[in-house]
């Protein structure tokens, strides 16, 4: 359950002793609060689950643009150019 704040929204949670245990801990190590240590490992775990995602829905016109910046020529890139003349150290 949510519910308004002057910060924000409230967002509650249940864990175990061992989990906030844990939790506190690398809080502490990171010298946040445990309310910031869990925002910000759920948003960065929030941001890798979206960016793995392989499907996006797109109205017609963001659909029109997104392929007309697929099927634009790359701009011209000397560093990259220059950078692909190069073996890889590990080939």
């Given at each position: 359950m949510a519910r308004e704040t002057g910060?924000?929204?409230?967002?509650?949670?249940?864990?175990?002793r061992k989990q906030k245990v844990m939790i506190d801990r690398a809080a502490?190590?990171?010298?946040?609060?445990r309310s910031e240590f869990m925002l910000e490992a759920a948003c960065r775990?929030?941001?890798?689950?979206?960016?793995?995602?392989?499907y996006f829905g797109l109205s017609l016109e963001a659909f029109k643009r997104?392929?007309?910046?697929?099927?634009?020529?790359?701009?011209?890139?000397p560093k990259l150019r220059h950078l692909i003349r190069f073996r890889a150290p590990w080939e």
């Open positions: 910060r924000g929204k409230t967002i509650n949670l249940r864990a175990s502490e190590v990171l010298r946040r609060s775990e929030a941001e890798t689950v979206l960016l793995d995602c392989r997104f392929t007309a910046m697929l099927d634009k020529p790359p701009a011209s890139n």
